[in-house]
């Protein structure tokens, strides 16, 4: 995130000429190997873009981010029925196993099952959902065009929330640097929720 953060004092053709296709490799790379914490480049360069006087810098930051996490998501998943396909399947559908607990699998299987693309639409605004449903769908032999007509709505939903973030964070701080800090914070939080209430809620 540090580059991010430094890019907010640049000067502004800097931060354009830079920042947009830095922001759409890393969302890119992010969906194709989901370790990369792409919500919060996005608000971060929500927070940025909002402190820029360029007109439709927000807006770009929008079209950039949606079009690099449908990209990324069409191509894994793609690559996905390739290795079911496949009889030795391949590294990226074993990627793609591996960040699905079977525990969540099965809910993703059956919200699936009940209730179509809607779980797929709602399944990149929660944290650590969108991989067990694309597996989800992978599994049910989604053909690509029903996926990339469900992810495309996906992928925008994504965007704007997280450019909101960014937005809010930009809004409560004058210098951007201390809005990149906040929107950073906040996007940590969202996706660390789930993980302690799934650990908190049976003890409780």
């Not at 996926?147 to 929330?161: D, I, Q």
Request: hydrophobic share 55%; net charge positive; proline share 6%.
């Amino acid at each position: 995130m540090s580059w991010l953060a430094a890019a907010s004092t640049a000067p502004e053709s800097t931060q354009q000429a830079l920042g947009y296709p830095s922001l759409f490799l890393l969302v890119l790379i992010g969906a194709l190997v989901p370790v990369v914490p792409t919500g919060a480049l996005v608000s971060t360069a929500a927070v940025v873009a909002f402190h820029q006087t360029a007109p439709f810098s927000l807006a770009l930051v929008f079209v950039t981010a949606s079009l690099a996490a449908f990209l990324g998501d069409a191509t894994l998943y793609w690559l996905g029925r390739r290795g079911m396909k496949s009889k030795n399947g391949s590294r990226w559908l074993e990627a793609i196993r591996s960040r699905a607990p079977e525990e969540r699998l099965a809910q993703a299987q059956e919200k699936l099952a009940d209730h179509g693309v809607t779980v797929l639409v709602l399944s990149r605004l929660v944290p650590a959902g969108r991989i067990p449903v694309m597996l989800a769908c992978l599994m049910a032999k989604w053909p690509m065009r029903r996926f990339v007509r469900g992810n495309f709505p996906a992928c925008l939903a994504w965007a704007v929330t997280y450019q909101l973030i960014g937005i809010l964070g930009g809004s409560l701080f004058k210098e951007p640097w201390e809005g990149v800090v906040a929107a950073v914070v906040l996007t940590v939080v969202i996706s660390l929720a789930p993980s302690v209430w799934r650990r908190v809620r049976p003890a409780a």
